[in-house]
């Protein structure tokens, strides 16, 4: 059974910096995309990056293009999130997901699909001076 445990969030200041951790377990992943979206208090999810289990091909949301890095260990089957220059807007809770329903070209702007897709119990980022 897929599972999914994401660590690494906490309190940074504006222009600090957080790595958020993903561990999958229970699957071999085969062409799906995995990465990160994540869901400020009253607000949508928002895609937020994205990298190709194939290729390694990554994108990311405009928000945080420049700022963010994706990258994945495959031997520790773990993706990483790297932020850097934390803004306010930053703060959400940031899930990883493992994405059965779209590809690494739509996947930020796909909504999730709650049949096929899945995600962890997701990681609170707040950013606060």
């Known amino acids: 059974q897929l599972q999914i445990v994401e660590s690494g969030g906490g309190l940074a200041q504006p222009g600090g910096s957080l790595r958020l951790s993903c561990a999958i377990s229970?699957?071999?992943?085969?062409?799906?995309?995995i990465g990160w979206f994540r869901q400020a208090p009253g607000k949508e999810e928002e895609g937020v990056s994205y990298i190709s289990t194939s290729d390694r091909r990554t994108v990311y949301a405009e928000s945080v293009k420049g700022r963010f890095t994706i990258s994945r260990d495959n031997a520790k089957n773990t993706v990483y999130l790297e932020m850097n220059n934390l803004k306010p807007e930053d703060t959400a809770v940031y899930y990883c997901?493992?994405?059965?329903?779209?590809?690494?070209?739509?996947?930020?702007?796909?909504?999730?699909?709650?049949?096929?897709?899945?995600w962890g119990q997701g990681t609170q980022v707040t950013v606060s001076s």
């Open positions: 997901t493992v994405r059965f329903s779209s590809s690494i070209d739509q996947a930020i702007s796909d909504e999730l699909d709650l049949r096929y897709d899945h």
């Open positions: 229970g699957f071999t992943l085969d062409t799906q995309p």
